[in-house]
């Protein structure tokens, strides 16, 4: 099978954000996509973002135009919130995102009336429908088709630390689960998601395709669910591993992040320089333990085995690739990484949230709004619940 892979501009940033729709009062999901998006079509016909269902009914997907730098591609997620606001608002709809809803029930919830989904559950069953779950994806522009395979393996060092930064889901169906991200186990049950296959070549992926596409697994190259995956319709590589970031500065400071190990890693290609990369077998226990402890965890590092705090070596990257950012002009995005690991990233917010509501997860639900809102600080918000 031959697979064209499209032109795109190097290190070009493409962001793809899940948003869930909240009963204002109550905060249990709504299936009100539908309705919503009706409504925008027109509006948004012309604009650079889009605004798209997906498998559930209570969410939708704001998702970006190219962008040249970071900051350009938020200026899109941004126009796209004000315009989803104009329909929600009225309605008394909020809008909010993690890796998953502190108490909704997989058996409450609406799928989204169209073929795709509907062979996906049908083929999935339960754990198609429990595929409550919200996400981002990051897209970076590859200029070459034979560095896309080199720099999936070579991201795949980096999945766990990315992982770490966007744990937003600790709670699932109203239960702690001891995870920080709860969703990366959960997605990784579908057939064709998790890890991606170490292949050596574009031609290796090609031949993978074929493998599936003549064997039923797969209909095409979307159906490829990897947490780093090629993405040959738009020229990129595209970074899935992520849970819904609860907050768009957030989102732009892990966007950065992507886009300057992609641009490292293309650079090392060009000088002829090795690619970091671990075995397998390293990889599948890194993706636990970045599920399980978020940024506690330490993490394997190098093909010896090297043992690091994740926050360590990350704070060592972000020093290595200082520079890159800079150039690439998200320095300001990239710097913010630092936010993150002070605060513990959302889903220790929310942890917080709920131990100093008494376990209530009504009260994570109505931070998570606030915090969407770019609303009262963790600090501010704890204060009020202990009055």
Known sequence: MRLPFAASTRSSVGLEWELMLADRATGDLVPRAPEILEHLEDKTALERFTITGELLTNTVEVTSGVGHTVAEAVDDIGDAICALREETEPRGLELLCAGSHPFAQWYDQEVTDKTRYHSLIERTQWWGRNMMIWGIHVHVGVDDVEKVIPIVNALTVFLPHLQALSASSPFWAGERTGYTSNRALVFQQLPTAGLPWQLGSWTDFENYLDDMVRTGVMADA??????????????????????????????????????????????????????????????????????????????????????????????????????????????????????????????????????????????????????????????????????
């Open 222 to 387: 979307t159906e490829v669910r990897w947490d780093i995956r090629p993405a040959p319709k738009w020229g990129t590589v595209e970074i899935r591993a992520c849970d819904g970031m609860s907050t768009l500065p957030e989102l732009a400071a892990v966007a950065s992040l992507a886009q300057t190990l992609v641009e490292h890693f293309s650079r090392l290609i060009d000088e002829g320089r090795e690619l970091p990369g671990i075995p397998p077998w390293y990889a599948r226990e890194n993706k636990w333990r970045a599920a399980r402890y978020g940024l506690d965890a330490r993490v394997i590092v190098d093909r010896e085995g090297t043992q690091r705090p994740v926050i360590e070596h990350l704070r060592e990257t972000m020093e290595e690739l200082a520079d890159v950012a800079l150039e690439l002009k998200c320095a300001r995005e990239f710097a913010s990484l630092e936010t993150i690991l002070a605060t513990g990233g959302s889903s220790a917010r929310q942890v917080a949230v709920a131990d100093a509501a008494g376990g209530d997860l009504r009260a994570v639900v109505q931070h998570l709004i606030r915090e969407f809102r770019g609303g009262p600080t963790l600090r501010e918000h704890l204060a009020a619940l202990r009055v």
